[in-house]
Structure formats: C-alpha cells, structure tokens
T-cell receptor
Framework: KQEVTQIPAALSVPEGENLVLNCSFT??????LQWFRQDPGKGLTSLLL?????REQTSGRLNASLDKSSGRSTLYIAASQPGDSATYLC??????????FGEGTQLTVNP | GAGVSQSPSNKVTEKGKDVELRCDPI?????LYWYRQSLGQGLEFLIY????????KSGLPSDRFSAERTGGSVSTLTIQRTQQEDSAVYLC????????????FGDGTRLSIL
C-alpha cells in the first residue's frame, strides 16, 4: 500500500526566506507526483505535476524535484511571501488514476 | 463555470438521514474524482469516473456510500443512513482525461452529522 509522508508538518519563516518542503513515498511505481496548495476552507490548487520520467518542474518561484528511485520529492519556494502561507500537499498518482496524499505541511510566512 | 463547482458548500444533518452531494466538473473534463478530507485521516480517495463509468469504487468506505455520473458531466455522491464518522469535507476534482493529468479541485462540501 502506497504511503506518503511530508516533513515538516508545520513551518514558520520570515518573509524573503528560501525554503524546502519534503515528501517521501514508499512505492516507486508511480505515474506522477503532484504538489498542491490548500488555503483554509478552500479546495486544492494544483501547483506542479512531475511525470515519473522527469526530474523537476518549475513554475515562477516554485521548483519541484523528483527522485523516483529513492521515493523522494522536494518543493523549493524562493523568496517566500506572506501570500505563500497555506498548507502544501504532496500526492502521488498510482494505478487507477487515484491520488494518495501526504498529511501536508502548514506553512506560515511572517511579514 | 470556469472551475469545479460543488453544492451545497455546507450541510448539517441528523444522524440516520440520507444526504446527496453534487459536483459540476470543468466543461470538457472526462474524468471526475471524489475525495474525503477528515481530521486524523487526511485526504482519501473515494471513487473516480471516466465518462459515466466508475472503474474503481474500492475507496468507498461502506455500502452506504454510492455515486453516479450522468451525461458525462454532473456527479452526485450519496450517503445513506449517515453516521457521525461521515462528518468531513467531501472534495470533487476533474481532469481532462484519465491518468497523468492535473486534477482540478472544487472548494468542497463540509458535511456535519449531528
């Protein structure tokens, strides 16, 4: 059974700092890995999708890497802003198009 | 609309009642997914549709849960004889096709069972 773990569970940083969120998964037989953002009371917003054959994806200040063989991914956020405050979720897609999610990292960026 | 729409946004009901949750996917998206988000369980997959067919129902927690999709568009998730442990946020997502596509989520229905 696929299990996804995210570290840390919570993170508080001053504005402007670069930061890294970590995600690990137990079964390397994945189609892709996705990073989402969730704001309180809202649904999930897709940030980045990395195909299993890819090593990284970039969007603006976000960069996500994938090491499928070791079961790890990182989300790098450059020059963090208060608007980045949210819960960040990592999910892997396995057979049957289902996503298995981690518990999330709650990020607070302080002005 | 531009995004995935779910209704109602909030639902409070008494234990033992049936509830119906609705999801309108993004126009043109053939795949539709239901997830449940609850404290202590995180986000868990319930069921997905490709067109009107549900190839994988294994995530449904009990036979009190059912879902259907008509016309390749709107989907309803029905919970019969609700229990307090059914209290959660039910999220719907859609994607252009099946597999390896970004999933776009609605804001969810917050279900509270008294």
């Amino acid at each position: 059974k696929q299990e996804v773990t995210q570290i840390p569970a919570a993170l508080s940083v001053p504005e402007g700092e670069n930061l890294v969120l970590n995600c690990s998964f137990t079964d390397s037989a994945i189609y892709n890995l996705q990073w989402f953002r969730q704001d309180p009371g809202k649904g999930l917003t897709s940030l980045l999708l990395i195909q299993s054959s890819q090593r990284e994806q970039t969007s603006g200040r976000l960069n996500a890497s994938l090491d499928k063989s070791s079961g790890r991914s990182t989300l790098y956020i450059a020059a963090s802003q208060p608007g980045d405050s949210a819960t960040y979720l990592c999910a892997v897609e396995t057979s049957g198009s289902r996503l298995t999610f981690g518990e999330g990292t709650q990020l607070t960026v302080n002005p | 609309g531009a995004g995935v729409s779910q209704s109602p946004s909030n639902k409070v009901t008494e234990k033992g009642k049936d509830v119906e949750l609705r999801c309108d996917p993004i126009s043109g998206h053939t795949a539709l997914y239901w997830y449940r988000q609850s404290l202590g369980q995180g986000l868990e997959f319930l069921i997905y549709f490709q067109g009107n067919s549900a190839p994988d129902k294994s995530g449904l927690p009990s036979d009190r849960f059912s879902a259907e999709r008509t016309g390749g568009s709107v989907s309803t998730l029905t919970i019969q004889r609700t229990q307090q442990e059914d209290s959660a946020v039910y999220l719907c997502a859609s994607s252009l096709g099946w597999g390896n596509q970004p999933q776009h989520f609605g804001d969810g229905t917050r279900l509270s069972i008294l």
